[in-house]
């Protein structure tokens, strides 16, 4: 059954990036299957010669199984983009299996380049994003099998499993390369360090409180 839903959800979201206008510049050309071995640098990745094109470039078998969730976060992204497909090169779309164990989360991240649709095939997650300045204004909603959700391109969200066993879900990018930045990664986690006197002062901790939270990043 989840197989099926799978395949639903595929289908139903290539015919809205069909019906839209990606987000990423429209292709010129059928398809421009990335050359990974080019040292060409382009906003993208340069085209293969069609020639040695071939139906491998487009397939994935990735998606069967779940990745390792044994991390921090108890969750884990399995995604299917240009590295491992060459064919998606230009297409504006990025597709990644997420799966969760029960308490599992991802953290508060965004998107630079894409707007994100979530689809939950198994079990109940919680997603929800931030708007931004000036009402910061939360919306979430708690997703069942069959649900799905958009998250606006840029916003700070996140999703947690709140079903008492594992949740399986696939998130859809409309872009080939919509970026990710994990917001107490970005923070904390800053190389150089940012100053822990201005955190201090910016998130109203104490200065020890933010030393701590530095060297878990």
């Not at 395949?7 to 510049?25: E, K, N, Q, V």
């Not at 994100?116 to 929800?128: M, Y």
């Amino acid at each position: 059954m989840a197989q099926s839903s799978f395949f639903f959800c595929i289908l139903a979201l290539g015919f809205f990036f069909g019906a839209s206008y990606a987000f990423d510049p429209r292709p010129l050309q059928d398809f421009c299957v990335a050359d990974l071995n080019s040292t060409v640098r382009v906003n993208g990745l340069p085209c293969k010669d069609p020639a040695t094109v071939t139906a491998d470039d487009f397939f994935f078998r990735g998606f069967k199984s779940a990745g390792n969730t044994s991390n921090q976060y108890s969750s884990s992204v399995i995604p299917m983009n240009v590295a491992r497909v060459p064919g998606l090169n230009t297409l504006g779309l990025g597709v990644a299996r997420l799966d969760f164990l029960p308490g599992g989360y991802l953290p508060p991240h965004l998107h630079p380049r894409g707007t994100e649709i979530l689809i939950v095939l198994e079990g109940r997650l919680e997603a929800g994003f931030v708007t931004s300045y000036p009402n910061y204004k939360h919306y979430s909603k708690i997703l069942e099998k069959g649900d799905a959700f958009v998250i606006p391109v840029g916003l700070v969200h996140y999703f947690r499993n709140i079903a008492d066993r594992d949740t399986v879900a696939f998130g859809v990018v409309n872009s080939q390369n919509a970026g990710i930045s994990v917001v107490p990664n970005a923070i904390f986690g800053a190389k150089p360090a940012i100053s822990s006197d201005y955190l201090s002062k910016a998130f109203q901790l104490d200065k020890k409180i933010v030393e701590e939270l530095q060297s878990k990043f």
